[in-house]
């Protein structure tokens, strides 16, 4: 039962932290640029890796609320560059493809 709530802690933590990078991105424009994907990412890995190393044995459940923040940043990083991915590939002229049928 002690990994059922570290499990409950780290989803509410993750949701949580999802939804409010959702209602980031849909208030604010220029958080959905491939600058601030790549730096939520970026950023969320190193502070899960410092938390992993500063709170593992420590402070388990602070561990897992701390790494399920990171993974809802993360996430959300992920996210915008798969957009923004996906959006070069398959515009016809600024994109990758650039072939004149389409």
Not at 36 to 41: D, K, R, V, W, Y
Not at 69 to 95: D, E, K, Q
Request: one cysteine or more.
């Amino acid at each position: 039962m002690h990994w059922l709530r570290k499990g409950a802690v780290f989803m509410v933590c993750c949701l949580g932290t999802a939804v409010m990078m959702m209602l980031l991105m849909r208030q604010y424009d220029a958080a959905l640029t491939a600058a601030f994907g790549l730096a939520a990412l970026a950023s969320s890995a190193v502070m899960s890796w410092f938390t992993l190393r500063r709170w593992r044995l420590a402070a388990p459940l602070r561990c897992v609320a701390g790494l399920g923040i990171c993974a809802g940043i993360g996430g959300a990083g992920l996210y915008i560059l798969a957009l923004h991915g996906i959006v070069c590939l398959f515009t016809p002229r600024s994109g990758l493809i650039s072939n004149p049928l389409f």
